[in-house]
Each structure stands twice: as C-alpha cells, then as structure tokens.
Nanobody, 124 residues
Framework: QVQLVESGGGLVQGGGSLRLSCAAS????????LGWFRQAPGKEREFVAAISWNGGSTVYAASVKGRFTVSRENAKNTVYLQMNSLKPEDTAVYYC?????????????????WGQGTQVTVSS
C-alpha cells in the first residue's frame, strides 16, 4: 500500500495561487493513478482533479477547470496540483489519493490510499 503526504497548503488572498504537492512512498509510483479531492467544513469530500497512471490523461471538476492543473513527476514520486485564480469557495482541506492503474477516477470510493490532507484557506 502506498503512503501519501500532502504539503503546500496555506492562507492566500483571492486571485492568488498555490501549488500543492503529494509525495508517495512504499509503492511503485508510476503504476498509480492519482486524484485530488477536497472537503470543506460541513460538506462531503468532493473530486477536484485526477491524472492517469501513465500521465496520459487528466480530468477536472467543472468548478476548477481552467484554473487548476494536475501533473506528476515520476522521478520524484510526486503529484502536484497547481491552483490559480483562487476563490474563497476553494477553501477546504485538500487530499490526494492513489489507485493502482487508475485512468483517472472521479469517484473517491475507488481510491484505497489517502494522505492526511493539507488546509487551503482563501480570503476574500
């Protein structure tokens, strides 16, 4: 089972940018599809973005498409989420998740491995 650790969260003003990282260990990273999810207080965890195990495809939630970019660097066992034009409604705890040979699932129930999350707060 792969272990995941997110970093890069913080407080940013609306319109600003952050880049989240998720470092993996304990598995063969290049065989894992990765997803980013987020959970705001009182809300269910929701899909944000995903990248396939071979990096050939990405998928985004409608609410972040055009503002967020997911990418992976297999040499560093790391997946990134570049977040631009941030809005207060992007405030949440952001989690990365891994699923072997995933082509980019948007369903959180399909991911067996999760990180501990990193807080992103966007002020207005």
């Amino acid at each position: 089972q792969v272990q995941l650790v997110e970093s890069g969260g913080g407080l940013v003003q609306g319109g600003g940018s952050l880049r989240l990282s998720c470092a993996a260990s304990g598995g063969t990273f290049r065989f894992y599809g990765l997803g980013w999810f987020r959970q705001a207080p009182g809300k269910e965890r929701e899909f944000v973005a995903a990248i396939s195990w071979n990096g050939g495809s990405t998928v985004y939630a409608a609410s972040v498409k055009g503002r967020f970019t997911v990418s992976r660097e297999n040499a560093k066992n790391t997946v990134y989420l570049q977040m631009n034009s941030l809005k207060p409604e992007d405030t949440a705890v952001y989690y990365c998740a891994a699923k072997s040979f995933s082509t980019g699932s948007t369903d959180r129930h399909e991911y067996p491995s999760w990180g501990q999350g990193t807080q992103v707060t966007v002020s207005s």
